[in-house]
């Protein structure tokens, strides 16, 4: 694999008089858009650069429009407040969570001010989990893939997320502010150009244009693209959360990061950058046939590791598949993690037999990607000792078992809401690499 995805859009370079001042334009546009307005001797103690370069620069913003004397400006020179000109600009970020569909809105600064959610319906993974775990019951090895409800559908959960994208639009329009970034966040690898999304557990295995399907169903949608300063993203959500629990990692820059809550999700991050992989598969965790003689899984595999650690499948082989339906995946993951800890048998063997193959999955990517923390997330997290232990039971013997204690494991500390940060965060990077997208 290697770092960067041709797929993915580049961030743009400025051009013309800022250019030779990039990295010092941004560390002036990051610090209004994160602390609001600031005098230019207020910026100089801020980011670090000398009076004399802080009045170049905001000569040549103010002449850009990227920025702006600030409202309560009452003076000029070093003591005007300057402001950012596109600060009424606004982040929009949606995903599939556990049990309904997300949308947010944003400050450039990354504060939430509104949050909109629908319910999804069933996925077809839960229904696949249900006839793996009857055919494992039963002793068969390769069930016939499940048709009926179970087979891949985008429009329930597709319908969902547009539903949550109109209505976020409409606040940010009631509220008289603009888009600067729409990212959509997705469980499945992102490929080709134009992007496509597969092997996502709410759309099924096969390719789906997320982003045309939402057009199709977000009328708004045509309006604000064509407002948007860059076009709107397809981001991983596990991507997304590992750029905010490696900023928890002073001095890492390698990480592997996995949850298993909406899905079997991984990304890995090299030398501080994400590896996506020539053709956007890299870290598809979930997919590597890993268990021999297993069950034919979604994507056409037979054994991959989704078949038997993919929450659906532990849920419904802990005997909560109903206790989900009905009170929600969330409460049921929460339900699966207290009987665990209270030792009940079906549940307890239920989540071993995944951590074992989790844990022979890592035997695999661990050395091939040979990453310094292992950062666990999701409902996994509460049970991280047991996915260690399966891969150091198989780990090398050799300079008296040193290496069998590499890599380090260490519990998420993002929270639910960490993909979310993680997109608004590159958002922000993306618009501050090139402030002139701020401008209009």
């Known amino acids: ?225 064509a407002a948007l300063p860059m076009p709107m993203q397809l981001v991983r959500a596990a991507a997304a959360a590992a750029s905010v629990e490696l900023e928890a990692l002073p001095g890492i820059g390698d990480v592997l990061y996995l949850d298993g809550d909406t899905g079997v999700s991984a990304a890995a991050v090299a030398a501080h950058r994400p590896l996506h992989g020539a053709h956007g598969l890299g870290a598809t965790f979930g997919h590597l046939p890993i268990v021999p003689g297993g069950l034919r899984c979604r994507c056409g595999q037979q054994g991959c590791l989704a078949t038997i650690a993919a929450p659906d499948v532990v849920l419904e082989r802990a005997g909560l598949s109903t206790y989900a339906e009905t009170d929600g995946r969330a409460a049921a993951l929460e339900e699966l993690t207290l009987r665990i800890a209270e030792a009940e048998d079906r549940a307890r063997w239920s989540w071993l037999d995944a951590a074992h193959w989790i844990g022979r999955t890592l035997q695999v990517v661990v050395p091939t990607l040979d990453p310094a923390v292992v950062v666990v997330g999701g409902y996994w997290g509460g049970h991280i000792g047991d996915i260690q232990s399966a891969l150091q039971a198989n780990r090398p013997t050799v300079g008296g078992g040193a290496i069998s204690a590499i890599p380090a494991f260490s519990r998420a500390v993002g929270g639910p809401d960490a993909a979310f940060v993680g997109a608004r965060r590159q958002a922000r990077e993306r618009l501050i690499a090139d402030p002139l997208l701020l401008v209009g």
């Open 1 to 225: 694999m290697t770092p960067g995805d041709p797929t993915v859009p580049t961030v743009p370079t400025i051009t013309g008089p800022l250019d030779l001042h990039r990295e010092q334009s941004a560390l002036v546009v990051e610090h209004l858009v994160t602390h609001g307005s600031a005098t230019r001797s207020e910026l100089a103690n801020a980011t670090g650069l000398g009076r004399g370069t802080i009045a170049g620069l905001t000569a040549r913003l103010l002449d850009a429009g990227v920025i702006r004397p600030s409202d309560d400006s009452h003076g000029d020179g070093r003591s005007t407040p300057l402001a950012l000109s596109g600060g009424d600009r606004v982040l929009v970020t949606a995903r599939l969570t556990l049990d309904e569909a997300v949308a947010t809105v944003a400050s450039l600064a990354g504060d939430e001010s509104a949050r909109f959610t629908e319910p999804l319906p069933p996925t077809p993974a839960a229904a696949q989990a249900q006839a793996q775990a009857q055919a494992q019951a039963r002793g068969a090895r390769m069930p016939t893939a499940p048709g009926g409800a179970a087979a891949a559908t985008t429009a329930g959960p597709m319908t969902s997320l547009a539903t949550v994208i109109s209505r976020a639009i409409a606040r940010v329009d009631r509220a008289g502010q603009r888009i600067a970034d729409l990212t959509v966040l997705v469980d499945g690898a992102i490929v080709g150009s134009p992007a496509v999304v597969i092997t996502d557990p709410r759309f099924g295995a096969e390719p789906v244009d997320v982003l045309g399907e939402l057009r199709a169903r977000v009328p708004a949608m045509e309006s604000v693209e």
